[in-house]
């Protein structure tokens, strides 16, 4: 190995060492980095380089001074072991105590990282053991650029690769080889295959063929590997905002379901993870192998469990559907062999020519393209809507109609943004002129609420899986916008015990205990026995319009509907109750929650509005504007409850101020202090919320919605005659009733000290 060599390896490593994680150990200045500053420090490690591939245990041994150094001792299954662990970690973190042994980790896979991509320039390309990403040139124009550049720095940055060279040395598994293969296989068919003039973005292929089982190594013990990885794989591409690969990468264990409709990308995941197989030789060691797709057939029913004679036939048809896809490739010049060599596209024969085997095939290689091609407008967002923008402007309702046989179709595949997009359309088809479009958008639109995709009596375990997570991450998500968790938080602990305190997403450990089993029946029974409320808004024939929903839910099963009791009114404590939690905040929180002891709900909106609902409220102009004592302040009527809260930011030291000065303006309501100007202000902002309500069918949907959830029944006309005639007599009787239940304080540490 020359010295231009070992002083690019140095420079490296240096520049490995300065980021992330690195960095967290290692700051400018410590003696090891000043160690590394001399020239020639990688010269140690030129004589591993005899043309074989590097291993890790020989690596680990002209590292253990350094190590020494870092962490004296070593860890207790050995440092290989611990290494592998901890870049694993990286990936899926976990929560653990003290790590001092983390700084010889982070070290030995820094030198591994440098040593790795030193093997790679000097040794011919293994696709079972490196991998052949994309170029700056190739990337170009592809639609997840960002992704796939994001993708690369994150492996780099989490020790993928090395967590898998190291996984060949301290575990029986071969786990990148498989993946390795899988990448090789996929890639290069999908070059071929933009070579040719097929759409394919092979950045998207690269990505998620490189990442598709990376969630192997977020399954705990005791877990099932084949049936859960593909959601570990789903949670890392999503919490590293890379939804666009990891939708394809996680979705690499439907090759069971139909492939006809899954995009190119999708198919030539599927079709290279079928093809590299892991098998066992003679004394029970894992190998990998790269078998044709008879032979993988073969192999997937051997390990498949419970393979009844109906499982048996759906695999055969995949099977043939792979083949045909294959087959589709080789018209295409694809080199299925993978033995290296370029091959030309098939030459087209003329159909007359053709026997009746060959003009079979032709047609089936013409499905198969003709499908390939409407995927990639469906797989991909903006073209999705694109496609969406066309069928609104389609007057020809017979064309309009092949549209519709489209999306039923491919209905199975669409994401959450496409369902969304979906239901809007199908919608605004159910006023269509024509009663056929009605009639075939009400049975999709009934199809996509009602009927959703199952699995032997349960939700699909990785759609059911990969939702779970979203929930949760949701759920942890709240803490972030602290205003919005401490009004939460505030609920909770005022209606502690009632329905009305369950948080919206509910909370984690709920979420952790959802089957996919339970939770089917439970919304089998909901959707069954839960009264049902459907609100229109617009011209059409109002019968048009029910005939039209018939349709739409006609397959919903309907049994006897429970009647459910509205929320009853929360009954004040007889105490005041104070409640205070400590978060790292630089500005506090004060929430206060009053119940209300009056039935006149126009009254307590007018009363609420006049105390803190509105910019010209007693809360706004007094405590926040003229006395400065909160960031923000205001106050909501739940009328549903009968309750009054108040949301408020503050500093820490205002706590007492802005307590007393909140109950001084809620007092000056009671007692009717109130000027001619703050009474026709906060009439004024009702009449004009009431009057706008119909100014958007969304505003009037969500209007009745909400009345039919909470059992009332007034029109915004019925509301804005109330606040028309309202008295401030009649405001001060029904404000006189409102009695403080509940405080709530959040405050920072430093408050704490």
Not at 298 to 321: F, H, M, P
Not at 531 to 547: C, F, N
């Amino acid at each position: 190995m020359n010295k231009k060599r070992i002083r690019q390896m140095d420079l490296a490593l240096r520049r490995r060492l300065s980021d992330r994680p690195a960095a967290d150990y290692f700051a400018p200045g410590d003696a090891l980095l000043r160690a590394l500053e001399t020239e020639g420090y990688m010269q140690r490690f030129a004589g591993l380089f005899s043309g074989a591939r590097l291993r890790c245990a020989d690596v680990l041994a002209l590292c253990r001074p350094e190590l020494e150094t870092l962490c004296p001792g070593e860890p207790s299954e050995g440092w290989l072991a611990y290494a592998y662990d901890y870049a694993r970690r990286l990936l899926y973190p976990e929560k653990t105590g003290a790590e001092p042994f983390a700084p010889g980790a982070v070290f030995l896979l820094s030198v591994l990282q440098v040593l790795f991509a030193a093997e790679a320039e000097l040794l011919p390309h293994d696709p079972a053991w490196t991998f052949d990403f994309l170029t700056d040139d190739e990337l170009a124009g592809s639609p997840c650029a960002p992704s796939y550049q994001r993708f690369l720095r994150l492996w780099r940055r989490e020790f993928v690769y090395e967590l898998m060279r190291l996984g060949l040395e301290v575990t029986p598994y071969r786990t990148l080889e498989h993946i390795a293969g899988v990448h090789h296989i996929a890639v290069t068919a999908a070059r071929a295959l933009r070579k040719s003039g097929v759409a394919v973005d092979v950045a998207l292929v690269s990505g998620a063929a490189a990442g598709h089982d990376l969630g192997k190594f977020g399954c705990r013990p005791g877990e099932r590997v084949p049936y859960l990885h593909y959601f570990y794989t789903d949670q890392w591409f999503r919490r590293r905002r890379m939804t666009d690969i990891g939708h394809v990468a996680a979705n690499h264990s439907v090759w069971d379901l139909e492939p006809d409709y899954l995009s190119v990308e999708a198919l030539l995941l599927i079709y290279a993870d079928f093809r590299v197989k892991q098998l066992h030789d003679a004394q029970g060691r894992e190998i990998t192998r790269i078998s044709t797709l008879a032979q993988a057939f073969q192999v997937i029913l051997d390990k498949l469990d419970d393979v009844d004679g109906e499982k048996q036939k759906r695999y055969t048809r995949v099977y043939a559907r792979l083949e045909d896809f294959e087959q589709f490739m080789v018209s295409c010049g694809v080199d299925v062999t993978m033995s290296g060599g370029d091959t030309p596209p098939l030459p087209e024969k003329h159909t007359a020519l053709m026997t009746d085997d060959e003009a079979l095939r032709a047609l089936t290689l013409r499905c198969v393209g003709h499908n390939m091609e409407l995927m990639h407008r469906l797989t991909d967002q903006r073209s999705f809507a694109r496609l969406l923008e066309e069928a609104r402007g389609e007057t020809d309702w017979r064309r309009l109609r092949a549209y519709l046989a489209v999306m039923e179709s491919y209905s199975l595949y669409l994401h959450i943004p496409q369902k969304v997009q979906t239901l809007t359309f199908l919608y605004e088809l159910l006023m269509h002129r024509e009663g056929d479009i009605r009639r075939q958008a009400a049975a999709l639109l009934g199809e996509l609420i009602c009927d959703p995709v199952t699995s032997h009596g349960r939700f699909v375990p990785e759609y059911f899986e990969s939702e779970k997570t979203n929930l949760l991450e949701a759920i942890r998500s709240l803490i972030n916008d602290k205003r919005d968790w401490a009004d939460s938080r505030l609920l909770r602990a005022l209606c502690d015990g009632e329905a009305y305190a369950v948080p919206r997403l509910g909370d984690e450990e709920t979420v952790d205990k959802l089957q996919a089993l339970k939770v089917y029946t439970q919304y089998r029974d909901l959707i069954s026995t839960a009264p049902l409320e459907i609100i229109y808004s617009g011209s059409a024939d109002l019968e048009r319009v029910k005939q039209a929903l018939a349709a739409a839910f006609a397959t919903l099963p309907r049994e006897e509907v429970r009647v459910i009791s509205t929320a009853a009114p929360h009954v004040c404590r007889e105490s005041v109750q104070h409640v205070e939690d400590v978060l790292d905040v630089t500005q506090g929180k004060l929430g206060m929650g009053f119940s209300c002891g009056s039935d006149d709900m126009p009254a307590l909106l007018m009363g609420n509005t006049l105390f803190g609902g509105s910019s010209n409220s007693k809360l706004f102009l007094n405590v926040r504007e003229k006395l400065s004592l909160c960031y923000y302040a205001s106050s909501l009527y739940h009328r549903q409850k009968g309750l009054i809260t108040v949301s408020s930011g503050i500093e820490f030291q205002n706590y007492q101020r802005a307590y007393d000065e909140i109950m001084a303006q809620l007092e000056a309501v009671q007692k009717g202090e109130l000027e001619d100007w703050e009474l026709e202000g906060a009439r004024s902002t009702l009449l004009n919320s009431y009057a706008t309500v119909g100014d958007s069918q969304g505003k009037l949907e969500n209007f009745y919605l909400g009345q039919a959830a909470t059992g009332q029944h007034e029109t915004p006309a019925d509301l804005a005659r109330a606040i028309q005639d309202m008295t401030a007599e009649r405001i001060c009787r029904a404000m006189s009733t409102v009695k403080l239940d509940t405080v709530y304080f959040l405050k920072g540490k430093e408050a704490e000290a």
